[in-house]
């Protein structure tokens, strides 16, 4: 058990070496020599682990998947307005894209195609996400919670759906772009603004935090519970 345990930590460390370095030099500049020295092992412990540097980079992206599912996974189960689950998952993985290094060491691999065409098998046999599939998922989780919303009416009546999911999606894609090009994005108060500009297309006035109550009568419409739903918040 001490030994297996002592195992997955070399491990931990090889692949946060490895996205850490990933992350600042891209693929191709990575050498394995640094990755150890980084990760405080030797050559051969970190090929026992991962047999090559494309191995190490399938692991990374991965990881960088398993952390955005996560993320994604826990709007889903979120209690609450769907709206305000879908702009709290958003400022999630701006969270991550700007925190998180094995996030943007896995964004910056998959925007280099450094998987040799995304989606072959890793060293373990399991095969890593292949950005387009990754980015299907994401839309499929703006979707259901889109879906969700609207259900509850949270949403303005005749929005289409499918283009405003299709919307959001290309925003969190460009949420990515931003992450590569520049450190520190995307900010809490760019998420922010965007959703300052999309809100008045999905939500009405008078739903928006800030806007106006509604007049006494029928009331607005109900949420989870049989409870007025509170107004998405843009923070």
């Known amino acids: 058990?001490?030994?297996?345990?002592?195992?997955?930590?070399?491990?931990?460390?090889?692949?946060?070496?490895?996205?850490?370095?990933?992350?600042?030099v891209g693929f191709e500049a990575a050498s394995l020599v640094d990755i150890s020295r980084r990760a405080g092992v030797s050559k051969g412990a970190l090929y026992f682990h991962f047999v090559s540097k494309q191995a190490l980079a399938d692991g990374v992206r991965r990881a960088s998947g398993r952390e955005v599912g996560s993320a994604a996974l826990r709007a889903l189960r979120a209690d609450g307005p769907a709206l305000q689950g879908?702009?709290?998952?958003?400022?999630?993985?701006?969270?991550?894209?700007?925190?998180?290094?094995?996030?943007?060491?896995?964004v910056r691999l998959g925007r280099s195609g450094a998987s040799r065409g995304g989606a072959q098998e890793g060293a373990d046999g399991s095969a890593p996400v292949a950005p387009e599939v990754a980015w299907r998922g994401l839309a499929a989780v703006v979707h259901r919670l889109l879906d969700?919303?609207?259900?509850?009416?949270?949403?303005?009546?005749?929005?289409?759906?499918?283009?405003?999911?299709?919307?959001?999606?290309?925003?969190?894609?460009?949420?990515?772009?931003?992450?590569?090009?520049?450190?520190?994005?995307?900010?809490?108060?760019?998420?922010?603004?965007?959703?300052?500009?999309?809100?008045?297309?999905?939500?009405?006035?008078?739903?928006?935090?800030?806007?106006?109550?509604?007049?006494?009568?029928?009331?607005?419409?109900?949420?989870?519970?049989?409870?007025?739903?509170?107004?998405?918040?843009?923070?």
């Open 1 to 24: 058990m001490v030994k297996q345990e002592r195992a997955g930590r070399t491990r931990q460390a090889v692949l946060l070496a490895a996205a850490e370095t990933f992350a600042r």
């Open 86 to 106: 879908l702009i709290d998952f958003s400022h999630e993985l701006a969270r991550l894209l700007r925190e998180d290094v094995v996030v943007r060491a896995g």
């Open 148 to 235: 969700r919303a609207a259900d509850a009416g949270e949403l303005c009546p005749g929005v289409d759906r499918r283009t405003a999911a299709e919307l959001l999606t290309a925003v969190a894609a460009g949420q990515v772009l931003l992450a590569g090009e520049e450190a520190g994005r995307p900010g809490p108060e760019d998420v922010s603004r965007l959703w300052t500009a999309a809100l008045p297309a999905l939500v009405p006035s008078e739903r928006r935090a800030g806007g106006p109550r509604p007049a006494a009568g029928p009331g607005p419409p109900r949420g989870r519970g049989g409870r007025p739903p509170p107004p998405p918040a843009a923070r």
